[in-house]
């Protein structure tokens, strides 16, 4: 870009200043960030030949059908992503997570996408996930302040 468009696209900003605020949300109201979300995922179907993420979910429930722990993530542009994985605290080291992470991956492969991504905190699971054949594709030292943030992946 040279500088007279720079200086053009400056001008026309200027100019639409008065009709236009940037600000900071005092209070989140879901029905607004449904529009962001919702102007975004359309801007990048125009983008990807249509494609949207499609969620899923999938639920540890207890007799009751309490959920006592989960997983969500979308399948989109032939990857899944884990978005979260939780379980409750008395859940933890009984086979639930691997079960969890098998049925994303079998769901995964039933949606035609034989890659998935998933991020973790050094806090969290990152040697749960790489027993299960994940591998580090990124590393952020300093995130959380003292941690890590990992990002992996898994060809399936």
Not at 28 to 45: D, F, R, S
Not at 75 to 90: C, F, P
Not at 117 to 145: C, N
């Amino acid at each position: 870009m040279d500088r007279i468009q720079e200086r053009n696209i400056e001008l026309e900003r200027q100019a639409t200043q008065d009709r236009f605020s940037v600000e900071v949300a005092a209070e989140i109201k879901p029905q607004e960030m449904h529009v962001i979300v919702k102007g975004l995922t359309a801007y990048n179907a125009s983008k990807a030949n249509g494609d949207t993420p499609q969620y899923l979910m999938i639920t540890v429930r207890d007799q009751e059908q309490n959920v006592v722990g989960g997983l969500v993530g979308a399948s989109y542009l032939g990857w899944v992503q884990v978005q979260a994985v939780w379980l409750d605290d008395s859940l933890r080291g009984q086979g639930y997570g691997k079960d969890l992470m098998r049925k994303v991956e079998e769901e995964a492969l039933r949606r035609a996408c034989p890659r998935i991504f998933l991020e973790t905190l050094s806090f969290q699971a990152l040697g749960f996930y790489e027993k299960l054949g994940y591998t580090i594709v990124s590393r952020l030292d300093g995130f959380p302040p003292g941690g890590t943030r990992y990002a992996l992946t898994k060809m399936l």
